[in-house]
Structure formats: structure tokens, C-alpha cells
């Protein structure tokens, strides 16, 4: 079990990943099911983001397995207004159910967080559905606590 910061090889994985979880929110109330575009605006998106310094994704593969078995997205920006300035929005969070609780998130949040330190990172924030027992769990055992409506933890 390993975790490695994304490479091209990886859109599609990547994509499928993503579309699993919007499908896991199609139930929003303003929303209407997925764009028929979706997988390659994903993909789009996540090249663009392997060109980007101020984003990060990182998968996660399993010994006997072909590919990406989880992948973490990671945003950083700066504030304009309050402090700390520096922060950054963990997204995108997914793990194949098949490899579920075998430790793939917690790795991928502490590469995350490892990289987050490397640039200085001083806040990492996510936003969770409230109803989603296991990321919740997940993020709480990692350390994320609740603030208004999204999990923060502070980093470094
Ligand atoms: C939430 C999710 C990312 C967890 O990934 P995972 O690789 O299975 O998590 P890990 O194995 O690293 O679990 C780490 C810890 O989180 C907690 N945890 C994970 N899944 C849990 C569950 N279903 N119920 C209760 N606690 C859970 C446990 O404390 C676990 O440690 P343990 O296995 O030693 O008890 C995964 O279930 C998932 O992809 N869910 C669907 C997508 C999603 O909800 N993503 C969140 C985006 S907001």
C-alpha cells in the first residue's frame, strides 16, 4: 500500500473516482444529476491542476492492484483578509470501496499534509456532509474538527 503524488497516467482513475462521489451527492437538493460533460471536464481539470503550484493531488495504490485505488485533491490560497493567511481546501476525497478501511485516506492525508507543510500551509480546511457518517469518522480520527460548516485542522 503506497501513496504518490498524481500523474497523467492517472485521469481517467481520477475521473471515475470523482464522478463515484458526485453521484454520492446527486441527492442536493439544487442539483440535477451530472453534467453529460463530466469526465472530461474532470479530466480537463486534473491536468491542469498536475501543471499548477498552488494544487496538489496525490493517489493511493494497493500492491495488487492495476492503478489508483483513492485519490486526495489538495487547493492552497491566501487570504485577503483574515489570518492565518495561508491556507488550503482538501477535496475530492475518494476511496474505491473494494479497498475501503485498509488505511488508503489516512495515508493520503498525511501525504497531504506533509506537502501542506512544505509550503508553508497553515490551516487545512474541508467541507463534509454532515450526513456522511464515514468521512466524518474518518476526519475526526485525523484530527478535523467542525467549525461552522466545514472540518478544519490546523497544520505544522
Ligand atoms: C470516507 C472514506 C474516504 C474513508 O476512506 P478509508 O480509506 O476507508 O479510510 P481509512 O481506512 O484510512 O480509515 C481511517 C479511520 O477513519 C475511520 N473510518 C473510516 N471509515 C469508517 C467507517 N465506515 N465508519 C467508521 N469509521 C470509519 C476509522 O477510525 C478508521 O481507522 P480504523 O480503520 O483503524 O478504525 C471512504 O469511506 C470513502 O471514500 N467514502 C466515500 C466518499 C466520501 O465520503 N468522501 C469524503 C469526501 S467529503
Redesign the pocket.
Known amino acids: 500500500m503506497s501513496v504518490r503524488p498524481a500523474n497523467e497516467g492517472d485521469a481517467e482513475s481520477v475521473a471515475q473516482f470523482i464522478i463515484a ?1 458526485a453521484r ?1 451527492r446527486e441527492h442536493v437538493h439544487f442539483q440535477r444529476g451530472l453534467h453529460p460533460a463530466a469526465a472530461s471536464r474532470i479530466r480537463e481539470m486534473f491536468l491542469k491542476a498536475l501543471t499548477r503550484d498552488d494544487q496538489a493531488v496525490f493517489v493511493a495504490e494497493e500492491d495488487d492492484a492495476a492503478g489508483a485505488v ?1 485519490v486526495q485533491w489538495i487547493t492552497r490560497q491566501r487570504s485577503l483578509l483574515v489570518l492565518p493567511e495561508h491556507r488550503a481546501m482538501l477535496s475530492h ?3 474505491d470501496p473494494a479497498h ?8 493520503l492525508i498525511e501525504a497531504s499534509e506533509a506537502w501542506l507543510r512544505q509550503h508553508d500551509v497553515e490551516l487545512a480546511t ?4 454532515p450526513g ?4 466524518m ?2 476526519f475526526h ?1 485525523l484530527g478535523y474538527v467542525q467549525d461552522g460548516v466545514s472540518l478544519r485542522k490546523r497544520i505544522g
Open positions: 462521489l454520492l483513492g476525497g475518494y476511496i475501503r478501511r485498509r488505511g488508503h485516506m489516512r495515508t474541508m467541507l463534509v456532509d456522511n457518517h464515514a468521512s469518522q474518518t480520527s
